[in-house]
């Protein structure tokens, strides 16, 4: 891997870094690539139940790399490669969570929106510029943003390019908290861990099912909810013989 670092700082728990600090961590086609194989192993890899993504503390990503050039005349933004990638991203089956520091711009900022959990640096300012250069968020800014933070508030983060600091993201729902740039990694680890401990069956339908209400009318979700109530597996089994028997449950993932 050229631009990302990947470690696993703890049990179940992988983090995955980006690691182009020369250009802010700008998302060029490869470190896209480069992400995306490492979530595609992540999805098989039955020790891994969450990862962590961040950047540095200056950067967590200032989005699409824009001095990356148009390859064999086809604008870098519709290359397949670039769109593949954000879509493996967006389907990573498993618990994402982002520890944000500094900027996280255009499709930095739309990253963490794929991301499930957002802890946020004091020093975290995120934004969507692509007006500025006579773009806009295609990499589904322009759909996510809204229905994380509401029509108006897109509206002027999008239309006056301004960044919003990591208090406001946390008020507008783009993070659920703020820590000292110091902690804001550590802090990502501590809930990845807390999440890795469940069954990975159970993590990953709560976050199939949280995200079917972006896609789906409430209806026809609650439907799909109500017929999981025949939900039966190993590790629920196990999670109620834990209970009762007053013990740690052992999840195994079946
Ligand atoms: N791409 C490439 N290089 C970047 C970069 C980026 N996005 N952002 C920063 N860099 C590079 C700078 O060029 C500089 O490189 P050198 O000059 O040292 O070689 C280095 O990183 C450090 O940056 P600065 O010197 O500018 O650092 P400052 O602290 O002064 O400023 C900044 C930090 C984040 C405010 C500034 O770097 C900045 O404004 N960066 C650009 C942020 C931006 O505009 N992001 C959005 C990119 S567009 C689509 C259409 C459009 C899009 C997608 C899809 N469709 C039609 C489907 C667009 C998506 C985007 O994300």
């Not at 930095?108 to 969507?128: F, H, K, M, S, Y």
Request: contains cysteine.
């Amino acid at each position: 891997m050229k631009y990302i670092a990947v470690e696993k700082p703890r049990t179940h728990v992988l983090t995955i870094r980006l690691d182009r600090p020369q250009a802010l961590n700008a998302l060029s086609k490869l470190l896209l690539v480069e992400v995306a194989d490492v979530l595609k192993a992540a999805e098989d890899d039955e020790e891994v139940r969450c990862v962590v993504l961040t950047g540095n503390d200056r950067a967590f990503s200032a989005g699409a790399d824009i001095k990356e050039m148009p390859e064999g005349g086809i604008p870098m933004w519709g290359e397949k490669g670039r769109l593949q990638s954000w879509r493996t991203i967006d389907n990573f089956r498993k618990p994402l969570i982002a520890a944000v520091n500094g900027w996280a711009l255009g499709g930095g900022c739309e990253l963490v929106t794929l991301c499930d959990i957002v802890v946020a640096g004091e020093n975290a300012r995120l934004g969507t510029p692509e007006v500025k250069i006579a773009a806009f968020a295609g990499d589904g800014g322009t759909q996510r943003i809204p229905r994380i933070v509401g029509r108006t508030r897109a509206m002027l983060m999008q239309l006056t390019g301004e960044p919003i600091d990591a208090n406001t993201a946390c008020a507008w729902g783009l993070a659920v908290e703020v820590t000292p740039v110091e902690k804001t990694v550590d802090r990502a680890i501590e809930i990845a861990a807390t999440v890795a401990k469940w069954s990975p069956i159970a993590t990953r339908m709560i976050k199939e099912e949280i995200r079917m209400n972006e896609t789906m009318p409430l209806d026809e979700s609650l439907s799909l909810e109500r017929k999981l109530l025949l939900w039966q597996t190993e590790d629920h089994d196990e999670g109620i013989a834990a209970f009762i028997e007053k013990r740690q449950p052992r999840f195994k993932g079946r």
